[in-house]
């Protein structure tokens, strides 16, 4: 099994809008980028318009991925992304919600900057808000990228607001856990969200029929008694249990991968709404050192997303 590290690399805590972009998070990153190569996994940073416009945060990426020891791959926040003519600054939309030409020339934009300022094409791909729809898909494709992770499966996110017209996000309730190529061409390889209580196996009737029931208080508690769905992501009270339970859940339903994600501002205090002081984020790394420690114990491959899916067969 492979295991794949995602760090959304972008500005200081985006969960407020309307704040000054800062990118002060990344001065923190190499405790980070250290860990991952102690355990010798390769992480691919998602790094948004901002992060590959600043030359300090490009001189402190640059050479992991120079020398094969990071992946830089490319994260659209429609609020950071020029043309920013046509929206409000203070809008976090999904990028699904853009109009065509905005959305074509936004990833025009932020490919373009990534090649120019970090020597090298980005040819993986994560949508902001995990916004991602079809013409997403294929204009990647045209723009040469082969991967793209911002399928979350089982999550809906049609309810959330985006723009002040509110048309929401993408709806991803039924879509495939695996790896799955898109008309386009593209390998998608969705977010790690599995099931963890009594019922793991994600094909059964009974996943199915819960897995189409609108939100709500009656959904929760079907999932704490039967489902216990999880992220592969830490949280304040994520345990080394979790860990241990994804990767069987991942071992029951088949799975070639393991997706990991955290937002590269979780790792700085404050940097975001998860790790609001220093003590928090020394949650995060006792976490990481247990997800890493244990997925390395279990023999998982440390892979970039774009070598994942060159080497990837259906
Ligand atoms: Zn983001």
Redesign the pocket.
Known sequence: MHFIITV?T?ADD?WRENRGITCRNIEYLPRFQELCERYGFIPTY?T?YEIAADPDAVKTLKPWQDNGRAEIGA?L?PWTTPPLASEKKSEHCFPSELADEVLKNKLINLTEIIEKNFGRRPTSY?A??WGFDGRQAGLLSELGYLADSSITPKINWSKESGRSERVGGPDFRLAPLGPHRLASGLLEVPMTILFTGLIKKEKSAWSKKFLALPGGWPKKIINRLFFRQKWLRIFANSTLRDWEQIYRSAILNGLPALVFMI?SSELMPGGSPYARDEKAVEHVYGQLEQIFGLYKKYGLKGSGLSDFARNYKN
Do not use: K, L, V
């Open positions: 959304d972008e985006q998602f948004t994260h926040h994560r902001g808000r937002h």
